[in-house]
RNA sequence: GGAGAAGUACUCAAGUGGCUGAAGAGGUGCCCCUGCUAAGGGUAUAGGUCGUUAGCGCGGCGCGGGGGUUCAAAUCCCCCCUUCUCCGCCA
């Protein structure tokens, strides 16, 4: 959610820095809302207070034994008038936050003007996409071949997109997933958690998932319940409705939950292989800091998500998002892309967002260094640390050998239990 | 899933329709006494949010959340959430 104290100095502004996600918002209704809002609540509360102070004199009269039933007529019609009134400002205060809700959160400056991902702008290379002197194999042939990966057995338990991983395969997965969580949770500093997979509206609203973004989560029939895309969304909303104490900023978790994306409007796109699956494991971390320190905060959370790719000595590359391919929740997104010989190219397996206060305003996250002081809002970061399946198939495709089979990188080695290679 | 009990400010807690924005206690700030600790006395403060104002301030909301009854709701009614106890079921 924007500030609305923006909205309100500065409303062409805001228009201006939104401009740049090359859409219109709707934003000019919000004036009008705002002054009927207003004018409303001035209207009601001079209303109340009157009934207020004359409910008291009732209360005199009645204490006294006196007649108090002229009173009581005039106070009736008040009292349905503010009603009416009361009425009429709910609406328009729905309507208002509607609109707010459907808001994105504005760019960082930094942020380059651009439609699509190729308009991203590349920050930095790591390591040499690596040289095959025998045809290479995508990943999902190698799981084949070794019988690892099985997406037809999935496929008659549950549906397409999703994956059996089998033998070594399940162990990499286990390893890798390990791996990451040991590395975030000592040297990193995170504090290591393992959230519900299961979130309720509130919590996607907070995060900012809704209400735009419905069609692409799982809803629980029957329940408020939705399978959570990410555990961003539960460990950002540790702290809804929260006054977090300044002094204990930044707070750092990392987590590793399943993942659950409907994947609606991607048909036909990366349908073979781990890399687009509508259950994936992924191990987040997230970050709360305050407002000065979010974007150094960003820069470092970044270098732990590539870390792990520099110890499993994958080449990979940084970018920075364009504003037409940044999330509706971010101020500026890193995405750490690794290089994947079967598409020939790097491929997204991390994205490190400073929301800045945008999801702390939808969630009511604060903080404040004295009991005295006003609360404010804190800052929200989140970037995955990694995906853990995709991070599966970058290694099984630049690991492969020449007779089919995998190396398992040295950092994974005692995580697969001493298995050196997969064949 | 069934049966009960409960949810009041930082914490504990009183309060069944108007004099309760909310007793009391703890906590916290300041002062005094005592004095290196422990203890005692006095006094102040009371979270959050919205509107208004240059500001002091004034006003509205607020007693888990949301509806309703009433001139008036922490207090009465309905729905929901959470916690605790017991039973059932279950990894």
Known sequence: MLDVKDLREDLEGVKKALSKRNKDFGLDKFTELDENRRKLIQEVEELKNKQNTESKEIANLKQKGEDATKLLADMKELSDKIKELDGKLKEVEKETEELLLSIPNIPNEKVKQGLTDEDNEEMRKWGTPRKFSFEYKAHWDIGKDLDILDPETAAKTTGTRFTFYKGMGARLERAVMNFMMDTHATKDGYTETIAPSIVNADALQGTGQLPKFKEDMFKIENTNYYLSPTSEVPVTNMYREDIIDGKKLPLKYCCFTPCYRAEAGSAGRDTRGLVRQHQFYKVEMVKFTRPEQSYDELESLTNDAENILKLLDLPYRVVRLCSGDLGFSAAMTYDVEVWMPSYNRYVEISSCSNCEAFQARRAGIRFKDNIQDKAQYAHTLNGSGLAVGRTVAAIL??????????????????????????K
């Open 397 to 422: 495709e630049n690991y492969q050998n020449e007779d089919g089979s995998v190396t398992v990188p040295e950092v994974l080695v005692p995580y697969m239990l001493g298995v050196e290679v997969i």
